[in-house]
């Protein structure tokens, strides 16, 4: 059974480094890991050092991701591109489209596309997200996919998707059987039997059907508690704190398991005779223990600040020292 582990949280707080840290941790223990960035920027590539595009890239085997033992895991690494895969969902309104027209609604391609999006607050990423997520994890043949998750607003959108696109692919399809049936009628008025040669097929109409149950499927999985697990990502600062909690509650509400709170960049050595430093590391421990208070319920796992950018696999084998490995 494929398991699910996202990383999410505002932008710029270290989900990528936590992310492929943790996919690296993963394979090295014997566990067949994919690593997965669904934010637009893209910093996954820079973190292992290696050139990914859309499609799973094995980096190495177990021993070869810096296993200390001899282990069958391997690590796999990919970067979403939601306009790579803008077709997989613009032939769904191409297909509304054609019905619309046959109906006498005059709407060209591109206003159809604008109306079938505009009932989700989402962008192509998070569709791309959910529908590879049912794509790796069903399809897949992997113990553990590692998702990067994007910036907390799109995070939050993702897990509305299922939802709130469940609703528009069913106005869609009433939408589509309505402008069906009167454009069948005026052909049949018009032409006798001889109308319903060359009307298509219904191939668009099963990949219609089909797309919503895989967002049904997505939806499944992600609060699925013995699969999914979600940990939120933060720096050791006051906004931080509070966006984190907002974060936790809209996850909970959503029924998302929540477990673990990550709080990266905490200074922990602080120079001797610099009071500066000292002054810093005390306001980071008292930082960490709010945010133990804010969450009594979480495990918090610190890191350490870093000198420097965290990469390759042997920088992220050290931060995944520090991770639970669990998944």
Known sequence: MTRCLFYGGKGGVGKTTCAAATAVGLAAAGRRTLVVSTDPAHSLSDSLEADLGPEP????????????DDTDGGLWAVEIDPDARADRYENLARALATDLRSAGIRLDDEEV????ASGAPAGSD??????LLVEYVDEGDWDVVVFDTAPTGHTLRLFDMPEVMGLALETAQSLRGQARRIGNAARTAVLGPMSMLGTGSDDEEESLEAFRDRLERARDLLIDPERTEFRVVLLPEGMAIAESERLVETLREAEVRVNRLVVNRVFEDPEEGC???RSRHERHLERVAEIRETFPDLEVVTLPE????VQGLESLAAVADRLPAEA
């Open 113 to 116: 596309r604008r109306l079938f």
């Open 275 to 277: 009071s500066r430093c």
């Open 306 to 309: 870093r000198e420097g950018e």
């Open 126 to 131: 998070e569709i791309a997200a959910l529908d």
């Open 57 to 68: 890239r094995q980096l190495g085997t177990g021993s070869d991701a810096v296993a200390t």
